[in-house]
């Protein structure tokens, strides 16, 4: 298989996989525009060209969101692609505060791919939180997200100095926009 058919069987799986999620904008946006966004900040903005890290920006919440099996990733896209997407995912035993903090303490230990990816996903959902923010949510939600946010991007390994800065510049804008709205 090329590059390309590899790329476009990752989004053809993960598109069927979230086919019945939304995001939590007020619009309720279709799931895989969030991971298509995150591939694509991670080209644009990280220059990141490798097929298998955009793989796994594309599969990254499948395991965490959808009924998909480490097996299946493995199957399907192989162990590197299997390992990135493992690596961003949460542990769901996990009471929702400890697994704000796991994020934070996992950060450092993160792979050069999979913390590329978990810096992309953050770029994507503090940009939804500063521009589609889940309904409801209050100022202070919206400003302790970005706040949080940053702290597990200033732990992540400087591995692609292009998105942490991005990172950085983003978050300043979204707290910036969220104390005006
Ligand atoms: P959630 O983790 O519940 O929601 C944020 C996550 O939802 C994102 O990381 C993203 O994850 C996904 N998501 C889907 N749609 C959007 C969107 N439009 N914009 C942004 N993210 C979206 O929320 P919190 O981070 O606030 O964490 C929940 C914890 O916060 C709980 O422990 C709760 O009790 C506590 N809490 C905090 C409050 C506060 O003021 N800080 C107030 C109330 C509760 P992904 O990319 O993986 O899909
Ligand atoms: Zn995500």
Known sequence: MTDTARLLAAIDFAAKKHKDQRRKDIGASPYINHPVYVARVLADIGKVDNTE????AILHDTLEDTATTTDELDQYFGTAVRTMVEEVTDDKQLPKEARKQAQIEHAATLSEGAAMVKMADKIANVQDVMEAPPSGWSQTR????????????????????RLKSHFNQLAEQALRQINQD
């Open 53 to 56: 890290i955009l793989m796994a």
């Open 142 to 161: 919206r400003r302790h997200y970005v706040e949080w946010a940053a702290t597990v991007v200033s732990r992540c390994p400087d591995v692609n100095p």
